[in-house]
């Protein structure tokens, strides 16, 4: 067959019906963590018809031949990304029906999308999202992801939950692999920041009363990223917020819904209008024990112990809250996932929060009920610079991967 590539002429909105746009159809990928070092996406031309109108179908392949452009990068300035969308090349488009089979993934130009007014995911809040990174090696062509499965793993446990059918994880893993390969210029140059992953699952079939919809897309796009705190890696200030709660015993709180983030918006912009970076929030039973930032874990370190709230229904099971406490512990720390009180958090040595989009920051003040703490000496303290190090290192493939967390795509 004939090769081709995707015209750049193609519209950027699209429906959610694969039979309806022209798409980018995918053979399955190698599910071993590496991809050979020459392979790139190659689209292979053919033609079919629907309801009389010729479609060109794009199968996207995995070809050995090296390609002029498997070390192009985007020609912006990576200096000064900031976290904000960027939109990229392509994103990923996967279907299904309540019987819970997802069909064939398939790449569409990045764009906008039509789903219909009564859509789930608009009028029920019946949607998912993960977020992750890809990192561009030293070497400028290799690019390492993150625990992928980690992420597979958090969306299917999310959709049961939400009453949704999910991905399998291989086929989130393939998904993301394909996304990310498809926009791989798109990667920052090493140490210039990360490409984002952002999976969502949505409930995208037409549902007027209550009760799970009877359709679902999945669906992933990228956007190159930086520093997603303005103060950069320096630390950030945190309000501890005790009348607006994130969370509730019984709820939500501990899946990655989209509803859950909708719901800290308001806090967090009074706490933004003060000139703190964001809210740190209590339980809503006893208003003393911390749960987390409105996008992030918390951690307290006192006398070398690090301490971190426990994961048990309202709080989130951040991918990167894990593997710091897995790198904590062959460190040589002691850590302990516990209730932890306000009282202890204002009398921490250190204080930091992890997350996808964070890494790791630092914590330079925490306010509560008018008094102010100040930890450190406006950079990292000494236990979360040393977790830092070894995270990020691991993350861009600056050191050997001992965890077997990384996956490796060129």
């Known amino acids: 067959m004939e090769r081709t590539t995707i015209s750049p002429s193609l519209s950027h909105n699209h429906l959610l019906?694969?039979?309806?746009?022209?798409?980018?159809?995918?053979?399955?990928?190698?599910?071993?963590?590496?991809?050979?070092?020459?392979?790139s996406i190659k689209l292979k031309h053919s033609s079919s018809s629907n309801g009389g109108t010729s479609l060109a179908r794009c199968n996207a392949v995995l070809s050995n031949s090296n390609s002029s452009s498997s070390t192009e990068v985007a020609d912006i300035d990576w200096d000064n990304i900031g976290f904000g969308l960027k939109p990229t090349d392509y994103m990923y488009v996967m279907k299904c029906n309540l019987d819970g089979e997802f069909s064939n993934g398939e790449l569409q130009r990045f764009g906008n999308i039509e789903v219909s007014p009564s859509a789930g995911v608009l009028n029920y809040g019946q949607g998912l999202f993960e977020g992750m990174k890809a990192y561009r090696k030293q070497d400028g062509k290799n690019i390492l992801l993150f625990r992928p499965e980690e992420n597979a793993t958090r969306m299917r446990n999310g959709a049961e939950r939400m009453c949704m059918p999910a991905p399998t994880i291989d086929q989130f893993v393939q998904a993301v692999k394909a996304t990310v390969l498809a926009n791989k210029r798109w990667v920052p140059p090493a140490g210039k920041g990360s490409l984002y992953i952002r999976p969502l699952l949505m409930g995208t079939g037409a549902v007027l009363g209550l009760a799970p919809a009877p359709e679902y897309t999945f669906l992933v796009y990228v956007s190159p990223v930086g520093n997603y705190f303005k103060e950069g890696v320096a630390p950030i200030n945190l309000i501890v917020e005790s009348e607006f709660h994130r969370a509730t015993p019984g709820g939500t709180g501990g899946v990655k819904t989209i509803g859950n983030y909708a719901a800290v918006l308001k806090a967090q912009s009074i706490a933004k209008s003060k000139g703190y970076s964001d809210v740190l929030y209590l339980d809503c039973v006893y208003k003393r024990y911390l749960e987390e930032v409105s996008s992030c874990n918390i951690f307290i370190v006192k006398d070398n112990v690090i301490s971190t709230p426990e994961i048990k229904g309202t709080i989130l099971p951040g991918i990167t809250r894990k593997s710091i406490i897995d790198v904590a512990l062959t460190q040589g720390f002691k850590v302990e996932e516990r209730n932890v009180t306000v009282d202890e958090l204002l009398e921490a040595d250190e204080v930091f929060c992890t997350g996808t989009a964070v890494v790791v920051s630092p914590v330079g003040s925490i306010t509560h009920k008018g008094k102010r703490v100040s930890y450190g000496e406006g950079s990292f303290g000494p236990v979360s610079e040393k977790l830092y190090t070894v995270l990020t290192s691991l993350q861009m493939g600056l050191s050997e991967d001992n965890m077997n967390w990384t996956v490796n795509l060129s």
């Open 17 to 39: 019906c694969p039979s309806r746009a022209l798409t980018t159809r995918l053979h399955s990928f190698s599910t071993t963590r590496n991809i050979s070092p020459s392979s």
